[in-house]
């Protein structure tokens, strides 16, 4: 069951961390200078977006986001926005940045890698954290999402994100930069 409580914990600190970034990035957008007349908003932001972030990487994050971080989405994710599965984005990533002491420095940039990395690091979709399918019956799951309800996970930034238990699914709140924000960690019916 240890193994169970770290592995949540563990996912429970990537979602954090992709959501406090979104946070950050968004708040910046408050003192960004103004859109060009006629620019989509997804262009307007990119514009904004400093990739110089991605050449050197701590060892730490990039495990957390684009490693472990991978298994935050499920396999649509990756074919609807790359055409690729999980394994080919890991394939991409772990091809392009070698580890050099504690961090990851990219070899050699390029669109795509840029757009998987940037899609990874900001994306909200999150994949279930755990699915009744997972387990060999219900009543088992339903033991797990009952351990896992009140527990409260501590991140270094001194925010505490905290599970909760209703009838549908397992929950969390986060509180990126001191702002609510709850979302559905599992799903509780059987596909």
Request: aromatic share 12%.
């Amino acid at each position: 069951m240890n193994d169970l409580v770290d592995l949540v914990r563990r996912r429970i600190e990537s979602r954090y961390r992709r959501i406090l970034f979104v946070h950050q990035e968004l708040a910046k957008l408050d003192s960004a200078p103004k859109a060009i007349p006629g620019e989509s908003f997804e262009d307007f932001v990119f514009r904004q977006i400093d990739f110089s972030r991605y050449n050197k990487i701590d060892s730490e994050e990039f495990r957390m986001l684009f490693d472990d971080g991978l298994t935050d989405f499920g396999e649509s994710f990756y074919r609807e926005k790359f055409g690729m599965n999980r394994e080919e984005i890991r394939k991409i990533i772990s091809g392009t940045y070698k580890k050099t002491g504690s961090f990851f420095i990219c070899n050699k940039t390029s669109p795509l890698l840029l757009s998987i990395i940037r899609t990874v690091h900001t994306s909200l979709e999150f994949a279930p954290i755990l699915s009744a399918e997972d387990f060999a019956d219900l009543e088992q799951f339903d033991n797990v999402l009952g351990l896992l309800n009140g527990m409260a996970i501590h991140h270094d930034d001194g925010m505490e994100t905290v599970l909760f238990q209703t009838q549908t699914a397992l929950w969390a709140t986060f509180y990126p930069l001191g702002k609510a924000y709850t979302i559905a960690l599992t799903r509780k019916k059987r596909l």
